[in-house]
């Protein structure tokens, strides 16, 4: 277990296990939650041993979004976002090699559920509460939200969420896409290990390539996408 102050990083074999950990405020993403993911994730980008991530809250949440308090001391709520940009965890997670896993539980609220929807994977728990709030505060979720939701759910279903901030529970987001499996909450951990140690097995760089293809995929026009299918498919298929 490495020492961090807002989140736990654990290496259990090849999986690592990065724990948001301020539960008393439903693990509220601040500054000091930023630096100590980028941190945890370019070890995790560096680190060849390890070979999937499984993503989770720690306490009554998965992760509520940004902390309001933060707001309140920073002239403005777009420098306090602009705060939190400096370093760029989203990015670093959206590019990792290796499977990404969001075990989420309780609210996964603006960034919380933008950060969960950076990851390859995502299980709810039955108590889940997924929404993306901030057009009610006069903001846009400008972390990933606007861009990878509709990849997930659509447009349709995505502009029904940024614009009235309503709440969808883990029944309702299984049903329209937005996580992949619904379990208790007892079985959380457990369900999002068994799906790492699966990953695991995998080949590394056929995991790599397959998500490249992927997400880089959704960029491009659609000729030009099964081209680079083609090519790289023609490089690994021998």
């Keep these: 277990m490495s020492a961090f102050r807002t989140i736990l990083f654990e290496r259990r074999g090849q999986v690592a ?6 539960p008393d405020v439903r693990n509220a993403y601040n500054t000091g939650m930023r630096d100590d993911l980028h941190a945890a994730l370019s070890t995790l980008r560096d680190d060849e041993s390890l070979r999937a991530l499984v993503l989770r ?18 002239p403005s709520p777009v420098v306090a976002r602009e705060v939190r940009w400096r370093r760029d965890v989203w ?31 995502r ?17 846009i979720p ?3 939200g606007t861009q990878t939701a509709p990849r997930a759910i659509g447009v349709g279903r995505t502009l ?30 457990d369900a999002a290990y068994r799906l790492a140690r699966r990953l695991v097995k995998l080949d590394g760089e056929l995991i ?20 680079r299918e083609r090519l790289v498919a023609g490089r690994t298929n021998r």
């Design 57 to 74: 809250g720690a306490g009554p949440a998965f992760c509520s979004g940004g902390d309001i308090r933060e707001f309140g001391s920073a």
């Design 17 to 22: 296990w990065v724990t948001l950990n301020r």
């Design 142 to 144: 400008g972390v990933v």
């Design 91 to 121: 990015g670093l997670l959206r590019s990792l090699r290796q499977p990404t896993i969001a075990a989420i539980h309780g609210h996964a609220a603006g960034s919380g559920l933008e950060m969960a929807l950076l990851c390859d994977f």
């Design 160 to 189: 029904d969420l940024v614009l009235t901030g309503r709440r969808i529970d883990a029944r309702e987001a299984h049903r329209v896409g937005l996580v992949g499996s619904v379990v208790s909450s007892a079985r959380l951990a």
């Design 208 to 227: 790599s390539r397959v998500k490249n293809l992927v997400v880089r995929g959704l960029d491009l026009p659609l000729t030009l996408a099964l081209a």
């Design 123 to 139: 299980i709810a728990a039955t108590d889940a509460i997924f929404s993306l709030p901030e057009t009610g505060l006069g903001m």
